[in-house]
């Protein structure tokens, strides 16, 4: 029996390379122990039907059973800072308006004004009040009942009846997260421990460089799923690959989180030629790498990965002070990506990478891809950068603020409309839907694990071998 007739052992199903574990046996500094967790979770074989990329059923399960109940990110605190600060966030077809209090207090209210239902503010921005547009009905910053201009003409409207609507906010990382179901879980229990994977890279003390908001022509998940694997890498992006150990990432699964590692300074295997340190130099893509200002030329005595983690040190000391000792060469050079369920992107260490994806609107065949750079800082905070917008007809290419991430997004933007496309066409050549990799899906795997257990469809509980993590 070969390793791939037996699925049922993620052990047996590892790309040949180097493993992960194995580069960081050769780092120069001490590996906290959470990069040496390893999660033995089989997620399953299994293909995916394409239903739930395009179909509005699927839409419109989600907007009863997945996004009425989950904990989204909704804005960065640093985005409302002062009393009277408020962030609109929609969530296909609710608004949901973040706002500030006089106490410094962070409430979520639904967006809508209580008179006649019209969007109560139609905009992020600093106001004393919460005055509807329309006829003037009115409500402080808490919610409660401000003014109601001909009071005389309401006898059924009081103070005690007629506050905005609560929603649940809790703030996690220096992010704001909502959730309308009052009988959820806490934010920080439902995110489980994972502070451990950022304890030592406060993504709290960061501030808002870039913030781009891309338009896409394709369900929200065709999206996300596009960042959730460094497995596209050899065909999508073909020119990191002397320095991207691509099939050798790591991926791990937790409760409601997942991660992958990739590894930066190490070849892919799919190459013909073996690349110098001097190669995985000159394409080192990393945003805001100080590689790229200091030539590609490593010193004598070193490698790619000690002279790059030794660079990123330098660049990361006068902010963090003497901390920066203490990180290793991975968690300077390798990518770390975390996926919170359904639809937050995280990267660790100083990745400095944060996505958020959703549907566009109420339409479940274009979506809404974020990109936030969020950058430490020393002394006082820098102000946040303003959200930019990239339209339908736009592309990355266009936000230039990106560095040398905004190619790379261009590259995986122009598969996007493709698979949305393909997807239409695939299940009259194969109706059992797309087949994912067993291993370098796992993120995608345990999204749609556990997307399928909050709609109630496609039941297929996920074979848990090992839930405690090894090594
Ligand atoms: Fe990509």
Known sequence: MTELDDPKHPGGLRSRGISYQEVLDTDTHEVPPVLRLQSDRYLGAHDVPVDRYISREYHELEKERLWPVTWQMACREEEIPNPGDTHVYEIVNTSILVVRTETGAIKAFYNVCLHQGRILRDHSGNTPELRCPYHGFCWQLDGTLKRVPSRWDYPTVRRDNFSLKEIRAETWGGFVFINMDHGAQPLTSFLGDIDQHFERYSLTDRYIAVHTVKYLRCNWKVAQEAFMEGYHTIATHPQILPATADEMGQYDAFEHYSRAI??????????????????????????????????????????????????????????????????????????????????????????????????????????????????????????????????????????????????????????????????????????????????????????????????????????????????
């Open 262 to 471: 990739n590894v930066t300074g190490v070849a892919s295997t799919s190459l013909s030629w073996t690349p110098s340190e001097d190669d995985m130099a000159a394409v080192s893509f990393n945003s805001g790498n100080p590689i790229e200002e200091s030539g590609s030329l490593v010193p004598e005595g070193m490698t790619f990965r000690t002279w790059g983690a030794q660079l990123g040190r330098n660049a990361l000391r006068p902010i963090i002070g003497d901390a920066v000792d203490k990180l290793c060469d991975s968690e300077m050079m390798d990518a770390f990506f975390y996926t919170v369920f359904p639809n937050f992107h995280p990267w660790g260490s100083y990745n400095r990478i944060v996505y958020r994806f959703r549907p566009y609107g109420d339409n479940h065949k274009q979506s809404i891809m974020e990109t936030y750079i969020l950058q430490p800082f020393a002394g006082e905070r820098p102000p946040p950068a303003e959200p930019h917008i990239l339209g339908f007809d736009e592309t990355h290419l266009d936000a230039p603020e990106l560095g040398a991430l905004a190619e790379i997004f261009y590259q995986d933007e122009l598969n996007m409309p493709r698979v949305q496309q393909g997807l239409h066409v695939l299940p009259r050549t194969k109706p059992s839907g797309v087949t994912f990799g067993v291993y370098q899906y796992s993120k995608i795997r345990h999204f749609h694990n556990l997307y399928e257990e909050y709609l109630g469809v496609g039941k297929e509980a996920p074979k848990r071998m090992n839930d405690s993590p090894s090594g």
